[in-house]
């Protein structure tokens, strides 16, 4: 049900099992509109089994060998953060300006699951879970039952939101809070009550603590407050609590600027393709080649036949694709900034999109046919990840095991390439040798050449191993001796 709301009047426009009704209750006989195409789904199943099928799905791929992989670099920043003192993470927050994700962080901290990859990862897993039965109630206000159910399958598959509900960042909550702001403005520009506005500013708001680039998901929302014209002071009073409660940390960003994101290089049209758009579609042209169609099949449709239905798909479209746009314009213009888990917001919208096509499909066999080829799509991507080589991260968990087998009392370690954090998480309950270059023997971990950080000659190579994306190396002072470079006396071999 979509609700057309302007000052002093209230339009109300839905789908009923009996077809749309006048506010006295009669049906409108109107030429049928773009949500009441054929369901494809039996409207005598339940509607909390539609929700819960695609849920479960979500939570089998989601949890399913979330331990298997070592934490990344990311993710041991991210254990560092969660797992040091208070003391510290505060430290790290307004020194270094690290607070980009201050609200997922303190919500990591209070899970209480630290202890493995597993449980680090554990609550983003929980929020993608938790985001299937918003994209189908999504699904469900602008395009029916079957829209929702078909989105919130898609959405269970897709491969990125998989990848990233098994990485102990911030972008799992950053899903979940995006699709509980469209939501949540969904039901507010159809309600009367004041209550929902306020919901819908707290949420844009609280958005800014768990990713900065949350504040991109305003753009299909001022688009869709465009054309169903809500009650002007209701969105005054959800844009200025939203103000409110993200002013300290839109001072903190203009504060810190760029920090921590001076490695990224500016986009260029090939990168722009294979690092962002194939990863966002779950590392399928075939899901990009559906997405394709499903805008230009639904765009004609709107245009030609039911131009009452412009501000859902204008909604879906302008999600879909506005955020990645403003973001490759400012990396093009200003500074470079995107990267492909930063756009992770826009991919329900690109769920919904296809949950819609397909449910709107007029013949009921080609409909079923289209939502289970892209099923299947989903599912052959999904098959990769589980199956092999291709989706592996770098193997620190193991580097760091190899280090703490063959410590010596007096050995020395460099962590490079920024290995420290995760390095550290995997050596807190283990002997490890002392940061720094002065010991009898030196290890030096880093993600490329493991080399000493001081003069060559100083040290020679004893024995390296290379593991995915991590070397190892030992060095040992050129001058045989029994004492270290820091003159500490070295055990005999």
């Not at 991260?393 to 490079?416: C, H, N, Y």
């Not at 030992?474 to 820091?486: I, K, Q, R």
């Amino acid at each position: 049900m979509v609700t057309v709301a302007g000052p002093g009047y209230s339009i109300e426009q839905g789908r009923s099992e009996g077809g749309p009704k006048r506010p006295g209750g009669s049906a409108l006989t109107s030429r049928p509109s773009l949500s009441a195409g054929m369901t494809g789904i039996s409207s005598r199943i339940p509607t909390w089994l539609l929700v819960a099928v695609p849920t479960a799905v979500a939570a089998l791929v989601n949890f399913l060998w979330i331990g298997r992989r070592s934490l990344w670099m990311d993710e041991g920043f991210t254990a560092q953060m969660v797992t040091g003192s208070w003391t510290e993470f505060w430290r790290q927050i307004f020194t270094f300006g690290d607070g980009n994700m201050v609200g997922y962080y303190l919500l990591l901290r209070l899970w209480p699951f630290h202890e493995d990859e597993a449980g680090l990862r554990s609550l983003s897993a929980v929020c993608m879970v938790a985001s299937v039965p918003l994209v189908f109630w999504i699904g469900r206000q602008l395009g029916g039952r079957a829209a929702g159910w078909w989105a919130a399958s898609f959405f269970a598959l897709w491969l990125t939101i998989v990848l990233y509900g098994q990485e102990a960042r911030s972008y799992g909550l950053l899903v979940l809070i995006t699709l509980a702001a469209i939501a949540v403005l969904l039901r507010a520009t159809r309600a009367a009550e004041p209550r929902w506005w306020i919901a819908y500013g707290l949420l844009l708001g609280l958005g800014m603590y768990v990713q900065m680039f949350a504040a991109l998901m305003v753009l299909p929302h001022i688009v869709w407050i465009a054309l169903r014209r809500p009650p002007k002071r209701r969105v005054a009073l959800a844009a200025g609590l939203a103000a409110l409660v993200a002013a300290p940390m839109l001072v903190y960003i203009a504060h810190y600027g760029n920090n921590g994101i001076a490695w990224i290089s500016r986009p260029t049209l090939g990168s722009l393709w294979s690092d962002v758009l194939v990863p966002l579609s779950g590392y399928s042209y075939y899901v990009l080649v559906a997405l394709v169609l499903a805008v230009a099949g639904l765009g004609a449709v709107v245009v030609l036949r039911q131009r009452a239905e412009l501000p859902t798909f204008v909604l879906l479209v302008t999600w879909a694709f506005a955020p990645l746009l403003v973001v490759l314009g400012y990396s093009l213009l200003v500074h470079p900034v995107l990267v492909v888990r930063y756009m992770i917001e826009i991919v329900p919208a690109w769920a919904l999109l296809l949950g819609v096509a397909v449910a709107k499909i007029p013949a009921r066999v080609a409909s079923v046919v289209a939502g289970v080829v892209v099923l299947a799509i989903c599912a052959r991507s999904m098959q990769r990840y589980y199956s092999g080589g291709e989706f592996l991260k770098a193997e620190i968990r193991e580097a760091a095991a190899l280090v703490a087998s063959q410590t010596r009392p007096g050995d020395a370690v460099v962590e490079l390439s920024g290995l420290q954090p995760a390095l550290d998480y995997y050596w807190r309950n283990v002997q490890r040798p002392t940061a720094g270059t002065g010991g009898c023997r030196l290890w030096v971990v880093a993600s490329d050449d493991p080399t000493p950080p001081e003069s060559a000659a100083a040290w020679h190579l004893v024995w390296r191993q290379n593991l995915y994306q991590v070397a190892v190396a030992l060095y040992a002072p050129v001058s045989e001796n029994a004492t270290g470079l820091d003159g500490a006396q070295c055990p005999a071999k």
